[in-house]
């Protein structure tokens, strides 16, 4: 790679040595790179997903020669980068939009004190806890007007007290001066720790895929953890999701995150129902949860416990705020960690917005979704030589700062939105429950190894609670 690739691979560069990486590693990859703003937005979004997106092929490719696979090479390009970036909007079900992700509630409302808040209550309870506060009905009108009556800061907490998702719109400089901000300020992008633990001689052998026998558990819902576990079935991992009957899904979200997955049904609260999970974590290579932190402990299913019971494991944790800090318990999504920390006001500004607007993505969660299964792979190629558990830990907030650290461009005026019924013509279809589902593959082309899913998406529960047979 000569000095002119290398000057234009910077943020890719950065990116993987921030996980931990091994130097030298993306000399295998060979990148065409177009230069942001790719998306209409400030920040640099193309830059962004063509480092995530590259860590994760690149480490399914790690993992791969560390199983005695061959070395290949990986094509990446901020196209396909951004694309999969936008893989929710870009989901098809026979042909149509899988429907709306968005409660009518949902969204921002100006303040008493002459700011901002977003609500985020796209779910049943979410909603039901807000409205309850707000003491109002579901209905737009009536919660603007009981908003209004609201200082910003008075009612995030508030709100956060009942369990809702809310957040008051922040200035950057306000979010660094915030105790949260300063927390998350002092973490790397995502921290790789061994547990201790008893050392795990397992290796499944080689075969088509770089993940093909490596048994992943999926405690996760919405983008960012869907999209890790997505990532690692695409390179032929057996994905288990895990969830239960009483726990609400997005559905429109279902069609493209649960894709190459199987799924099951366990309720880790009944005494069967954890028996069940220890059975399978005793066999399984990863788990991904995206509960809040320490939400799993109190289970008895936190990261020294799991390792205990399954040496060797990848344990990864994804949170909005992190796990340090005054807000590590609060929950969050994307476009809340936005609001928190300064993007949707700094959005609003080089648009000339009277309202706080989000990015053009949900840059956040794929960001964090790609470089979690990066990690996990990396820990999983770092396992194979000393058989050690790992704790990956990373989240929404840490991700953000990392986006700000690419730098800012002028994208508000030069770049239109992208024209999403021709992009997915383009894109591949695969066959679900009764459906066909067309979808965004992860990027990255693997010389050896492409992206494959097994399958499409299954329904909710619609697999029994083990594994498949190891060849």
């Known amino acids: 790679m000569g000095a002119r690739d290398r000057k234009r691979m910077t943020s890719l560069e950065q990116t993987w040595a921030a996980i931990g990486g091994p130097e030298g590693a993306l000399d295998d990859v060979d990148l065409d790179e177009r230069r942001d703003p790719v998306l209409p937005s400030s920040y640099a979004l193309g ?24 070395r290949q090479r990986v094509a990446l390009s901020t196209e396909a980068a951004v694309t999969s970036f936008r893989a929710d909007r870009l989901v098809r079900v026979d042909g149509n939009r899988p429907g709306d992700v968005w409660n009518a509630i949902s969204g921002f409302y100006p303040t008493a004190d ?38 910003a800061f008075e009612l995030e907490s508030a709100l956060a007290r009942a369990g809702a998702c809310a957040t008051a719109a922040r200035t950057r400089s306000e979010w660094i001066a915030h105790d949260q901000g300063a927390a998350v300020r002092t973490l790397p992008l995502l921290d790789i720790t061994p547990l201790d633990s008893v050392a795990s001689s397992r290796r499944p052998d080689i075969g088509e895929q770089p993940l093909s026998g490596v048994r992943v558990l ?50 880790l609260r009944t005494n069967d129902g954890a028996e069940v999970f220890r059975e399978l974590l005793r066999s399984a290579d990863i788990v991904v949860q995206s509960y809040r932190p320490g939400a799993l402990d109190a289970l008895g299913f936190g990261a020294d416990a799991v390792a205990a019971l399954s040496p060797g494991v990848v344990y990864v944790s994804l949170s909005a705020y992190s796990h340090a800090g005054p807000w590590r318990d609060r929950r969050g999504y994307d476009t809340l960690v936005q609001t928190a920390s300064g993007i949707a006001l ?23 979704g790609y470089l979690a299964a990066a990690a996990a792979m990396l820990a999983l190629a770092d396992r194979y030589d000393d058989g050690r558990s790992r704790h990956v830990r990373c989240s929404l907030a840490q991700t953000r700062e990392w986006v700000e650290s690419l730098g800012r461009v002028d994208g508000a005026t030069r770049v239109e939105r992208p024209d999403d019924d021709e992009i ?47 060849d």
């Open 114 to 151: 002459a700011r901002f808040v977003q609500l985020h209550a796209n779910f049943p309870h979410h909603l039901r806890r807000t409205l309850d506060v707000l003491g109002a009905p579901d209905e737009r009108e009536r919660v603007a007007a009981a908003i209004a009556t609201w200082d």
């Open 47 to 70: 830059a962004a997903a063509l480092a995530a997106t590259g860590c994760a092929a690149r480490a399914a490719a790690l993992v791969h020669e560390q199983r005695g696979g061959p």
């Open 346 to 368: 700094s959005e609003a500004e080089a648009f000339g917005s009277s309202t706080p607007r989000h990015v053009p993505a949900s840059a956040l969660d794929f960001a964090t």
């Open 218 to 267: 999926d405690l996760t819902r919405v983008i960012a953890g869907p999209t890790a576990t997505r990532t690692l079935a695409a390179h032929g991992a057996d994905v288990l999701r895990v969830s239960a009957e009483h726990l609400p899904e997005i559905d429109a979200l279902l069609p493209d995150t649960s894709i190459g997955k199987r799924s099951t049904f366990v309720d």
């Open 424 to 470: 997915t013509r383009r894109l591949p279809t695969i066959a679900g429950t009764d459906t066909h589902i067309t979808y965004a593959p992860p990027a990255g082309t693997l010389s050896a190894t492409p992206v494959h899913f097994a399958h499409g998406p299954v329904l909710p529960g619609s697999d029994r609670p083990g594994w498949l047979p190891v």
